[in-house]
């Protein structure tokens, strides 16, 4: 299993938002697990989740182009970080690229 990620990442103002994608070797309608994980210089990678996100992030696949997406509103300087979509398949895990997004203040 292999993502390509699209682009989608990228520079943006604080309030702005950006859709990520990424498009999966496989059928995704076959994968159990997807998410995005985000990371930062120093920290370890953490799932895309929770109260840092919610209300403002949204996870969705389609499985017709088997891609995955995070569409990404009202964001903020916190959330500038590396952007992964994340696989696990037959308790294999697999990682994209990443992408790197930046939001300023």
């Known amino acids: 299993l292999r993502f390509s990620c699209r682009r989608g990442g990228g520079l943006v103002q604080a309030g702005g938002s950006l859709r990520l994608s990424c498009v999966s070797s496989k059928n995704t309608f076959d994968i159990n697990h997807m998410a995005w994980y985000r990371q930062t210089p120093g920290t370890a990678r953490e799932l895309v989740a929770g109260?840092?996100?919610?209300?403002r992030f949204t996870f969705s696949r389609d499985n017709t182009k088997n891609t995955v997406y995070l569409q990404m509103n009202d964001l903020t300087p916190e959330d500038t970080a590396v952007y992964y979509c994340?696989?696990?398949?037959?308790?294999?895990?697999?990682w994209g690229k990443g992408t790197q997004v930046t939001v300023s203040s």
């Open positions: 994340y696989a696990c398949d037959r308790g294999t895990d697999y």
């Open positions: 109260d840092a996100v919610k209300g």
